[in-house]
Nanobody, 125 residues
Framework: VQLQASGGGSVQAGGSLRLSCVASGDTFSRFTVAWFRQAPGKERDFVASIKIRGDYRDIEESLKGRFTISRDNAKNTVYLQTDSLRPEDTAVYYC???????????????????WGQGTLVTVSS
């Protein structure tokens, strides 16, 4: 499967962005799709995930209430709505997919085999 992330940009603190991840090349419903982010000089960290077939989704605990993940199966697209953005949210956001990840391992980047190119989010104070 190929993944294309978009929607990043520069916003002021308190602003919002909606990131999109479009999948192509394989049956979308087979996958769990996740977002990770990587700030300069830091590790790539889990943000959120959603199982395409089924109805569970997970958000990193510290981001609950500000970030929301959703999907549009007809468009093969997963969205990450980011609200009340803070300067510490500045990072490259990556979407990734796996057809075999189990829920207990959902936040491990090594569980995912397909990665998009990333989209940069910059939040200024």
């Amino acid at each position: 499967v190929q993944l294309q992330a978009s929607g990043g940009g520069s916003v002021q603190a308190g602003g919002s962005l909606r990131l999109s991840c479009v999948a192509s090349g394989d049956t979308f419903s087979r996958f769990t799709v996740a977002w990770f982010r990587q700030a300069p000089g830091k590790e790539r960290d889990f943000v959120a995930s959603i199982k395409i077939r089924g109805d569970y989704r997970d958000i990193e605990e510290s981001l609950k209430g500000r970030f929301t993940i959703s999907r549009d199966n007809a468009k093969n697209t997963v969205y990450l709505q980011t609200d009340s953005l803070r300067p510490e949210d500045t990072a490259v956001y990556y979407c990734t997919a796996s057809s075999s990840v189990i829920r207990s391992n959902i936040a491990s980047r090594t569980a995912y085999g397909y990665w998009g190119q990333g989209t940069l989010v910059t939040v200024s104070s």
